[in-house]
């Protein structure tokens, strides 16, 4: 071999080298490209399940306070046609104080004229 050839030789090898280093570098610059993509996959997916959950949530929540005011208005009514069944709804329990009123008034005009016979 000649020193041109042997010249050639170690230029095709630095060259191969070389290409066998960028080679290795642009494994390594698409395997970051694709853990990047996924990376933001994942990211966005969360996202948009972390945004679904809090939909579902406050569907949860309106649905939740919709049946806790219809109980609670359901249950005051109930409440209200038992205190009236009884006798203590306020407009009723001030008839029958004033109904009680003139009866006693009533029993005593009878009993005084009875004591004055």
């Known amino acids: 071999m000649t020193k041109v050839d042997i010249k050639n030789t170690v230029n095709t090898a630095e060259e191969f080298a070389r290409k066998i280093w960028l ?5 390594y ?7 990047q993509g996924q990376y933001e996959k994942i990211s966005t997916e ?12 406050e569907n949860l929540e309106s649905e ?5 005011k219809q109980t609670t208005t ?9 205190r009236k069944k009884l006798g203590l709804d306020a407009d ?3 008839q029958k104080i004033e109904e009680l009123s003139a009866k006693v008034d009533a029993l005593t005009e009878a ?6 016979k």
């Open 23 to 27: 080679a290795g570098l642009g494994a």
């Open 29 to 35: 610059g698409k395997s970051v490209d694709e853990a």
């Open 46 to 57: 969360a996202n948009k399940l972390f945004d679904e959950l809090v939909a579902k949530g």
């Open 64 to 68: 939740a306070k919709g049946k806790i």
């Open 74 to 82: 359901d249950v005051e009514a109930r409440v209200a046609d038992v």
């Open 92 to 94: 009723n329990s001030d």
């Open 111 to 116: 009993v005084a004229k009875l004591a004055a």
